[in-house]
């Protein structure tokens, strides 16, 4: 068995000059003081550490950064060691193209997860110091278990996190609608899964009719958890156009899975206000996401027969229920139809004897009609001959007495006529010598007379001035005169 030890780089490595003088060759004398080149102290150094460790050793850190170089293969991790959260030791390491292969190809063996920022690992290495580069640890292997019990406390933390907290099954017990045809998918448009999912829902043999938005996202690796969490926040905002969430992950294998053993990914999950399937690829170790989501399958195609499936558990008894009806109508219509041609025999038979009848009540009805008529007729056309004689005789009764009525009006409206016309002409005849009193010619012919200026009547002495010519018509002639003086006699 290795032997595991937490290597603590807190040595003191500055080495007295004495020790440096029996080291070092060429050492310079300045002003009484002996004196090293900055390159004859790391050699120094390297030799020392070289003497000193030249074993390799197990030990356990965190890598904060892999630092993997594509061009060269090689990376350069970033080693650290926390304590409350406060980083306590960290030193640069060296993994190169040959050894990151084999760890990597065994992560991906054992842990189904490639080699990654952010994880603890416990690794063997030797250390190593160059004059240029400084200190450092050669990484020669990772043991991929160490991880995995890591990745797995990680995921049981989670569990028991979301079960304390009473919400693990919280997603599991919503109510998913009766025919879930609206659906929000999380997934890479590129891939398999997503391409294998639609073929399932959109080429179903019984057309059933879905809705379906893609909400684009990484599905593996670090940044997978703040990919999906985002999508699931933006189709929080719009839920009630959505029955149900899919996330569809397909042709990744068991590779990159880890992400979804996240805390925060499964706490959004089981809060999520809406069912949350899942379809995430892979047939071992389920992670939390799928423990908590409303419904998983292995597939992405499992999870689209599980919503078609949906459909089939509404459409397969309406099926049978419809098939029901059909062959109850067929025969409820076959009796009624039976039923209806006994009716109408009888009907049509009762309706026979009623017409007839009826049709003999109708010719009896007619006959005495006839004669009640007839008999009516005889003594209404003797009524009226009767009444036209009485209307006769009262006509000229009546046509005489209004004449002499009219006889007499007239000789009284004769005489008021008469009467009324010699009035009016004795108030024409005074109305004319009124008028004629009134003319100009008789008011000048009784001494008055009428002055003009410029062709106008004068009422005023306002606007005559000394000077003015004035023009004065009398009955028999005119008077022509010219102003000297004005005199206003009304105020």
């Known amino acids: 068995m290795k032997e595991s030890i937490i290597l603590s780089f807190t040595e003191n490595t500055a080495l007295t000059c004495a020790r440096l003088s029996k080291i070092l060759t060429m050492p310079e004398i300045v002003n009484d003081k002996t004196v090293f080149t900055l390159l004859e102290v790391t050699k120094s150094i390297q030799k020392t550490l070289a003497e000193r460790y030249k074993s390799a050793y197990w030990v356990k850190a965190e890598m904060n950064k892999l630092n993997y170089y594509s061009h060269s293969g090689h990376c350069y991790p970033e080693l650290v060691e926390k304590a ?41 290495a030797k250390i190593s110091f160059d004059p240029a580069y400084g200190l450092s640890l050669r990484i020669i292997d990772i043991d991929p278990s160490y991880t995995l019990g890591d990745l797995e406390k990680e995921k049981q933390e989670t569990i028991k996190r979301l079960k304390s907290e009473g919400i693990f099954n919280r997603n599991k017990l919503l109510q998913i609608p009766m025919l879930p045809k609206r659906i929000a998918i999380i997934s890479v448009e590129t891939s398999k899964g997503y391409a294998d999912f639609l073929k399932v829902l959109e080429t179903n043999s019984w057309n059933y009719k879905f809705f379906h938005l893609l909400y684009p996202s990484l599905l593996q690796g670090d940044r997978a958890t703040v990919s999906i969490k985002n999508q699931l926040k933006r189709i929080k905002k719009v839920r009630e156009h959505f029955d149900v969430v899919a996330i569809i992950r397909g042709g990744g294998g068991d590779i990159g899975l880890s992400c979804y053993n996240n805390y925060e990914l499964a ?14 690829g892979h047939v071992t170790n389920e ?18 027969e599980y919503l078609l499936q949906k459909f089939h558990n509404f459409s397969v008894p309406v099926q049978k229920a419809e098939e029901k009806i059909r062959d109850k109508s067929r025969r409820l219509i076959s009796d009624e139809k039976t039923k209806f041609g006994s009716e109408i025999k009888l ?25 009640q008529t007839t008999f009516r007729f005889k003594n209404e056309k003797e009524y009226l001959r009767f009444g036209r004689e009485e209307i006769k005789r009262g006509t000229f009764k009546f046509c005489a007495a209004e004449k002499q009525e009219i006889n007499g009006f007239a000789l009284i409206m004769k005489k008021d006529v008469i009467s009324q016309i ?11 010598k009124n008028i004629e009193n009134m003319s100009p010619q008789s008011v000048l012919k009784r001494g008055y007379s009428i002055t003009m200026s410029n062709g106008k009547a004068i009422k005023s002495t306002e606007n005559l001035k000394e000077g003015d010519a004035l023009e004065t018509i009398v009955y028999e002639g005119r008077i022509f005169s010219l102003v000297k003086s004005s005199i206003k006699t009304i105020e």
């Open 287 to 304: 992670t939390v996401v799928e423990m908590i989501s409303f419904s998983n399958a292995i597939t992405p195609t499992k999870i689209a």
């Open 422 to 432: 010699i009035q009016s002409k004795t108030a024409l005849n005074n109305m004319e």
């Open 347 to 371: 009907f049509r038979s009762v309706t026979e004897n009623i017409l007839i009848g009826n049709r003999n009540q109708i010719k009896e009805n007619i006959n005495s009609l006839v004669q």
């Open 84 to 124: 409350n959260g406060k980083v306590i030791a960290q030193i640069k390491s060296i993994l190169w193209k040959d050894d990151y292969i084999n760890v990597n190809n065994n992560f991906l063996n054992v842990l189904k997860e490639p080699l990654k920022d952010g994880i603890k690992i416990l690794f063997l």
């Open 267 to 280: 706490r959004e999950i089981a809060l999520f206000p809406i069912p949350v399937i899942t379809g995430i």
